[in-house]
């Protein structure tokens, strides 16, 4: 039975119409390609980037007689995860094979865990806006990943459009974690929001491990995230989709945002909600269907017959846990107080993706907090978004950073000359004192120069220098002003202004 609901141009629920019918319950499976420099099963490189179908051997492909051996790293690392999410590590687990057919699978079958996973029952606190929330962790279990699939033919590089396909094998065999959740609850109108701070979460807490770089444009961090609509007051699950392979935090919350739209026209319109995998258009800013799941597929499980179980002695697993490092949570709220920040300020650096490490890096590196905060999300900020990168691909070290501010404390550069400084830092012309020096940067903070330059503006602007004469003294910055275009932006600001104030009292 259909009801009238607020439909928007788009064709969907208002969202906050559906938060006041609907409850929302979340489900996300997030895959983590681990930075081994081997595969899981064999020791081809799991380097990014290479040519196409140059990192594989009988073992990532699935020949007949090959034969697959643990990488013990990539073990270490899921137990690493599994003890910072909290959970609880098994003592003895196996893998299994996952029967399917798809082109990315080349030996028709993946080898996963499944009711065996190496770590089970954890969770993850976060906070948004304030407001604590608790994300119930099922497991967290190690797998290889599948190769990929290049479409051909289309505009947009996507299977819409193409007209064939190839497959690069590269990335089969890459050693990944799953971490799944148990069904979240008690989000509120604020689902989307928590997911996505859930993926930041386990970026930023992957990377302060170490085990991966976490790079979501890579690949690296992958989201499946499931969804569900239950009537206000209902206590029975709704049909749930899954959304694959979300590869941003923006996209993660739109995508949640928008099947949660999608569902509450459905169900107010009388239909129902198909059980079914569904693509993120990033570019349209919607999902698609992708093949139904109405039906639970049977993979036909079976235990491993090449590979020994996995039995992590506690001894070993304790010494893992005592060399976990301090999470990243914990980091944020130490370095707040460190720099003296505003909670609106932190957020502003928690919204740079990599910021806070490279903030951190150049005040260790003898940087004032404020000063490395304001050039890594102002001038670097913007150099990297122009070059379609993010800050840590910038070509410049924390270290140089730190020596161009080191130039503006010592007087040698202003701070609009430092923004030269760092371009050409960035454009590869060396060590910021050198470029300085080549470019004839420094300061001019030679008296005569600048009184000279002084008595030019004064005479220029009369009726500037009167109203300082009476007492208006802010109004010395036109003067300023006027001194910094004839040296071409390169007087000591402060000098000028006490030359003025002198010469005008």
């Not at 990532?60 to 051996?69: A, F, N």
């Not at 959740?181 to 170490?210: F, I, N, S």
């Not at 935090?249 to 928008?258: G, M, N």
Request: glycine share 10%; net charge negative.
């Amino acid at each position: 039975m259909s009801v009238q609901y607020k439909c928007s141009s788009d064709g969907l629920m208002d969202y906050d119409e559906a938060m006041e019918r609907f409850d929302v319950v979340l489900g996300l499976e997030v895959h983590v390609e681990l930075g081994t420099a081997s595969k899981m099963w064999c020791g081809c490189s799991t380097e990014f980037g290479g040519e196409p179908n140059t990192h594989i051997c009988p073992v990532c492909l699935g020949l007949p007689g090959s034969l697959p051996v643990v990488n013990r790293k990539a073990v270490e690392s899921a137990i690493r995860i599994g003890l910072s999410l909290g959970c609880e590590i098994a003592q003895w687990c196996r893998f299994a094979r996952k029967q399917y057919f798809y082109p990315d699978m080349p030996k028709n079958y993946q080898i996963s865990q499944y009711d065996e996973p190496i770590a089970h029952d954890g969770r993850v606190e976060l906070e948004v806006d304030g407001a604590r929330y608790e994300v119930p962790i099922e497991r967290a279990h190690m797998e290889e990943d599948a190769g990929k699939s290049l479409h051909v033919g289309g505009a947009t590089g996507r299977i819409q459009g193409s007209d064939h396909s190839l497959m690069d094998y590269n990335r089969a065999g890459v050693p990944l974690v799953e971490i799944v959740t148990r069904p979240v609850l008690g989000t509120g109108t604020r689902g989307p929001e928590v997911a996505r701070a859930y993926m930041a979460h386990l970026r930023d807490m992957v990377r302060a491990l170490g085990v991966s770089q976490g790079r979501m444009e890579q690949g690296q961090l992958r989201c499946d995230a499931n969804v569900s609509l239950m009537p206000k007051g209902s206590t029975e699950l709704g049909t749930r989709t899954e959304t694959k392979n979300v590869n941003s935090l923006r996209s993660v919350e739109a995508a949640l945002r928008h099947e949660i739209r999608r569902q509450g026209a459905v169900l107010a319109g009388g239909g129902r909600v198909r059980q079914e995998t569904r693509m993120w258009n990033e570019a349209g800013g919607f999902t698609t269907a992708g093949r139904s799941k109405e039906q639970a597929e049977d993979y036909r499980y079976f235990p491993e017959p090449d590979l020994v179980p996995v039995a992590p002695s506690r001894a070993w697993v304790e010494q893992l846990r005592a060399t976990l490092p301090e999470m990243p949570a914990v980091k944020r709220a130490r370095l707040q107080a460190q720099w003296g920040l505003t909670d609106l300020e932190m957020r502003d650096i928690n919204g740079n993706e990599g910021a806070l490490d490279l903030i951190e890096a150049t005040v260790a590196a003898g940087c004032d907090p404020a000063a490395a905060r304001k050039w890594w999300l102002t001038e670097l900020a913007r150099a990297a978004n122009e070059r379609g990168v993010g800050l840590e691909d910038l070509p410049i070290a924390p270290a140089r950073v730190a020596e161009v501010q080191e130039l503006v404390d010592a007087g040698t550069i202003n701070d609009k000359l430092a923004r030269t400084v760092l371009e050409g830092v960035l454009a590869g012309e060396g060590a910021p004192a050198r470029i300085v020096e080549a470019r004839g940067l420094a300061v001019v903070s030679d008296d005569g120069a600048l009184s000279t330059a002084v008595d030019a503006a004064i005479e220029a602007n009369p009726d500037v220098a009167e109203r300082i004469r009476g007492g208006r003294v802010q109004a010395a910055g036109a003067l300023i002003g006027a001194v910094m275009r004839q040296l071409g932006g390169k007087a000591d600001a402060r000098r000028v202004r006490e030359l003025i104030i002198d010469k005008l009292s």
